[in-house]
Nanobody
Framework: VVQLVESGGGLVQPGGSLRLSCVAS????????MSWVRQAPGKELEWVSS????????YYADSVKGRFTISRDNAKNTLYLQLNLLKTEDTAMYYC???????????RGQGTQVTVSS
């Protein structure tokens, strides 16, 4: 059974930082391109960032480019997303997913909530 378990979300003030983690099991993580996607209240699912299997190729949505950094540790079966310079519009449920530059995925975690508010 494939499981993706996110953690690290929380309440943060504008301009603050968070680091999200996603631990994967039940799949060959090192062979899986991975992504972060998010969904704000009342809005559709939005692709945020993707990383290739080896971690060399990184892609970001324009809305987060320069502020968010995706990374992975294949030895630990873990995907990360460093969120810096957070804005109120970054408030959303963040999910890790087995996808490539898309919201379409075979597997997605249960999500971790990020709330940016003063």
């Amino acid at each position: 059974v494939v499981q993706l378990v996110e953690s690290g979300g929380g309440l943060v003030q504008p301009g603050g930082s968070l680091r999200l983690s996603c631990v994967a099991s039940g799949l060959t993580f090192s062979s899986a391109p991975m992504s972060w996607v998010r969904q704000a209240p009342g809005k559709e699912l939005e692709w945020v960032s993707s990383i290739s299997t080896g971690g060399k190729n990184l892609y970001y949505a324009d809305s987060v480019k320069g502020r968010f950094t995706i990374s992975r540790d294949n030895a630990k079966n873990t995907l990360y997303l460093q969120l810096n310079l957070l804005k109120t519009e970054d408030t959303a449920m963040y999910y890790c997913a087995t996808s490539w530059r898309s919201t379409e995925s075979e597997y997605r975690g249960q999500g971790t909530q990020v709330t940016v508010s003063s």
